[in-house]
């Protein structure tokens, strides 16, 4: 993109911000302590998959600005929608979760934010003499975003942001700053996590990408020393992986007990009506009876959320499930003997494993 150093388009921006979606807060520098503003529209928060760098275009338009400024303009925000959260433990539908919500004509969606990462390591820091942020200025930044992620525009009834699945480890200071939020938590059983995990690809790069914070976050609630991550095979990785994340759902369910719901990718795929007409009535969102009915038909249960170009049905998914299920038989027997393990140890990782907890 190309980020004009001229006051023209920054003066622009910050004098729209509090008033329209259009100019969206896509980063926040902790270090520079300030925030890049760019020119958005209705079309392109739709069609983005991740509100992360691969929005910004070689014609994109934006400017860094001071934080103080954008902090004050979100006291300003005109017309403040309900806002809600996707949460979720990753590779668990939460795209078409949130693609489907498009289709209600009544959400705006915000995918995976950027500053949400930002937020989630800066959170993982405070109190320690290295961290940037002070508690206020985190429960300010924070304050500020979330100020800025009600604004709607005229046919927006609410905005729902979807989470990265790392960043469900702030659940609880973003439904504690925003006290009327409600939440979804996606997740799967154990198995077919593993299965849907390690047949990515990619997925030895963000299962270690991500390994270090999941490990950390796990080690803090037990007594135990856990064997080290380095030992883990990609199978155990997995577990470890799904563990944390599973935990750190349950923490959330538990400590906003009505405002957040948790909702099996599998149970959802085996009724979209349903599960949908849940998520609904949850997030207060107009009841559309057609959509509900139709919901289960919709073309978007055919595509690749995370990148709409290419087909991908529920039958294709299942399909992948059984090939990686062949194919790494070994690391998922792994994983799930490596869950088996922790729950002998402790009897709420018992409850999570065993699916006794809800």
Do not use: C
Not at 80 to 107: K, M, W
Not at 168 to 174: E, S
Not at 299 to 320: D, G, I, M, Q
Request: aromatic content about 8%; overall charge neutral; proline content about 5%.
């Amino acid at each position: 993109m190309a980020v004009d150093r001229s006051p023209s388009i920054a003066d622009a921006l910050l004098a729209r911000l509090a008033g329209t979606p259009d100019a969206y807060p896509q980063k926040i520098d902790l270090v520079g302590r300030t925030v890049l503003l760019v020119e958005f529209d209705a079309g392109q928060y739709r069609a983005a998959s991740f509100l992360d760098d691969r929005v910004l275009k070689p014609e994109t338009r934006g400017a860094w600005l001071p934080v103080g400024p954008i902090i004050e303009a979100s006291r300003r925000v005109t017309g403040a929608r309900p806002l809600h959260f996707i949460f979720h433990t990753g590779h668990v539908g939460s795209t078409l979760l949130s693609r489907l919500l498009d289709e209600t004509g009544a959400v705006l969606s915000l995918r995976e934010p950027l500053p949400l990462r930002t937020l989630a390591e800066a959170f993982d820091a405070l109190g320690r003499p290295d961290s940037l942020l002070s508690d206020q200025e985190f429960e300010e930044a924070l304050a500020m975003f979330v100020r800025l992620w009600r604004r709607g525009y005229d046919g927006t009834h609410s905005v729902v942001v979807k989470a990265t699945s790392s960043a469900g480890r702030l659940a609880a200071p973003i439904l504690a700053a925003s006290d009327a939020s409600r939440a979804v938590y996606l997740n799967l059983a154990a198995e077919p996590y593993l299965a849907t995990l390690l047949a990515g690809q990619n997925s030895p790069i963000d299962l270690r990408g991500h390994g270090a914070e999941r490990f950390r976050r796990l080690q803090a609630r037990f007594a135990a020393t856990l064997a080290p991550l380095h030992g883990l095979s990609i199978g155990e990785l997995a577990a470890m992986s799904w563990l944390a994340e599973s935990l750190t759902q349950r923490s959330a369910i538990r400590e906003f007990a009505g405002r957040v719901i948790p909702l099996d990718f599998d149970a959802f795929l085996a009724d979209v009506a349903g599960g949908m007409r849940r998520v609904v009535a949850h997030f207060g969102l107009p009841a559309n009876e057609r959509f509900l009915s139709d919901v289960g038909r919709n073309p978007a249960l055919a595509l690749y959320s995370k990148a709409p170009e290419f087909t991908y049905t529920p039958a294709v998914r299942a399909e992948v499930l059984a090939d990686s299920r062949r194919n790494n038989r070994e690391e998922i027997r792994k994983g799930l003997q490596w869950l088996e393990r922790q729950a002998r140890l402790d009897e709420t990782v018992a409850e999570v494993v065993n699916g006794a907890d809800g």
